[in-house]
């Protein structure tokens, strides 16, 4: 009897033994295309993706993110049917992001980075795990995403800027109107991103003695 593959989250979570981190990613892909590819309803504008709602408890984290995040997207005036894709692409990093760090701490109990790992000779080296490697391709994948979507405060207030610009120029947001810019000043044409404003410092006349 042939050999059963991993699920491609546990695939991610061993650090992808064997060579199959390009099958890996690619299965993640087709997820997140499927994810994109579900209809959305007046009711339910922004459905979970059905990859995770097949197997709920084993996408737990994955659906706890994306409706944390769906929210926040909701909030910001960004969540778009359009969106799913990219979304479920960061759920699914995030958890594996996670599941590899729960993976390291089981591997290595006592902490520190490397393992001994024997090899087909019958010789034992000592490597560094995996997962160390993993995690940080994981993490650049969702800081760039997290950029994407503005899920972090430097990057939300790029895409706030970006918003109220464009509103002022009767351009079309990014996602809709963000909260943020109904209630703000009109930016300066000259000065769109309101660096100058909040850089400038009094004038001489205007200085304390």
Known sequence: MG????????????GFPGRRRGKVET????????????????DNPFPIPDVFLKAPVYWGEAIRVWKEKA?????????RPGYRHTLARYCMWTQFFFSAGEQLRRDLPRGGASIK???????????????????????SAL?????????TPVRDQDLVRTESFNAGQGKLPLG???PASRQSQPVEQNDPMDMMNSADSPPPGARPN
């Open 176 to 178: 809709g109107t963000h």
């Open 71 to 79: 929210e926040v997207l909701r909030a910001a005036g960004r969540r």
């Open 27 to 42: 299965e993640i892909e087709a997820a997140a295309q499927a994810a994109e590819a579900m209809p959305a309803t007046a």
């Open 117 to 139: 790992v024997k090899k087909g000779d019958g010789e034992t080296v000592i490597r560094t795990h995996p997962n160390i490697d993993f995690m940080a391709k994981a993490e």
């Open 3 to 14: 050999r059963r593959k991993d699920d491609p989250l546990l695939q991610a979570a061993k």
């Open 143 to 151: 800081r760039l995403l997290d950029a994407e979507f503005g899920f």
